[in-house]
């Protein structure tokens, strides 16, 4: 299983935002009733949830127990289980594999991509984002800066932010036949004045590794990124996310 834990309840009140711009992606699987298919890092389960509303024969699946409770709990008609992407057992059982916001936390690339064709049914297709090169990196070189200051050593960073070119490569070395990828700027506001640090307490948590005080910590980052990741009245992640469609 992986080494993030997932706070499900903080997840939904304060960074909904992830699964409300999924909602892109599900234009994009334009699943039919009847057709078959898996969320593949279901999270908190809007995505099964919105699909099976709609006649669509979905399923979800997640890594983290306490997302896939959470997901059952809110909605009690959809099937989700605990089980991770590198390692599914389903063979040929779907139409389609959406996932959103989930391949970066997954560093076997080629493991995840191999799992998720297997899955599908040949002709079978995977709508999938995540984050991409050059994703968040603003903040991650602020914290970076800081750190390096403060004598702390460089975090060890959970993510994979691929570009196009090395994406693809991943999916057809996995049997897929990549049609689409675009890697596009989405900069994301964030919830509330404290965004920025709740952020960073909620996805990167690797970023206060080893720092005594993360409050304080936390606020001098902030301090330096507000010039640049403040505007309007809120708080923005320089978020940079990569887009595919591919066909088994
Ligand atoms: C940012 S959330 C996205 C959840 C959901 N797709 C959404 O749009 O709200 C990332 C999810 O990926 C899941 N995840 C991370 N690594 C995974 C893995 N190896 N297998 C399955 N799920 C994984 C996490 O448990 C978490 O629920």
Redesign the pocket.
């Known amino acids: ?2 080494s ?1 834990t ?1 706070n499900a309840e903080l ?1 939904d009140s304060r960074h909904s935002f ?2 409300e711009y ?1 909602t892109a992606l599900l234009d994009l699987l334009d699943a039919s009733p009847g057709e078959r298919v898996l ?6 389960g ?2 099964v949830a919105e699909l099976v509303r709609a006649g669509v024969c979905a399923v979800g ?4 127990p306490e ?1 896939v409770e959470r997901a059952a709990a809110r909605f009690p008609e959809i099937e989700v289980s605990v ?4 390692d599914l057992s389903f063979r040929e059982e779907f139409d389609a594999v959406l ?4 391949l970066h ?2 560093p076997e690339a080629d493991r ?1 991509a191999a799992s998720l064709h297997a899955a599908l049914r040949p002709g079978g297709r995977l709508v999938a984002e995540l984050g991409g090169a050059g994703n968040i990196s603003a903040i991650d070189s602020a914290v970076r800066a800081l750190r390096a200051e403060r004598g702390l050593p460089g975090p060890v960073s959970p993510w994979y932010f691929p570009t196009v070119a090395e994406y693809a490569r991943v999916l057809e070395s996995a049997g897929f036949e990549v049609r689409a990828a675009w890697l596009f700027d989405r900069p994301t506001r964030l919830t509330g004045p404290d965004g920025l640090a709740d952020w960073v307490r909620m ?1 990167a948590a690797h970023l206060l590794a080893d720092v005594a005080a993360p409050d304080a910590f936390l606020a001098e980052v902030a301090e330096r990124l507000r010039p640049t990741l403040y505007r309007d009245g809120s708080w923005w992640a320089d978020y940079r996310r990569l887009r595919v469609v591919a066909v088994r």
Do not use: E, I
């Open positions: 299983m992986t993030q997932w997840y992830v699964a999924g969320d593949a890092g279901c999270g908190t809007d995505h699946v997640d890594a983290s997302m089980a991770d992407l590198r996932s959103n916001a989930v936390w997954v995840a996805f």
